[in-house]
């Protein structure tokens, strides 16, 4: 297993994280993909992965919010009708 490295100002740096083949691979496909740095394809899945995270949180305490009385449960309609989806 070999380190990542992050360029910073011309310095190489080492990343927080070990970077396993499998994951190299992932990232040059990404760079083959969208013909961005492996950079950006990293910090983007980290992105990704910490709006799913804060999806399922939100999700996991709505209904303790619903059951101390702090939110109404809302039906599919009114939910379907502020993401703008038509039946």
């Known amino acids: 297993m070999r380190d990542a490295y ?3 100002e011309g310095k190489r740096l080492c990343s927080p994280f ?3 083949r499998k994951l190299r ?3 040059m496909n990404c760079q083959g ?3 961005r740095a492996k ?3 990293a910090r983007q899945a980290i992105l990704d992965h910490l709006d799913d995270l804060e999806d399922i949180y939100i999700a996991e305490q709505r209904p303790e919010k619903i059951r101390a009385g702090r939110a109404k449960p809302l039906s599919l309609e009114k939910v379907m009708k502020r993401q703008g989806v038509e039946d």
Do not use: E, L, Q, Y
Request: proline share 7%; charged share 5%.
């Open 39 to 41: 950079t950006f394809c």
């Open 33 to 35: 993909f969208t013909g």
């Open 18 to 20: 070990a970077s396993p």
């Open 25 to 27: 691979n992932h990232w």
């Open 6 to 8: 992050i360029r910073a």
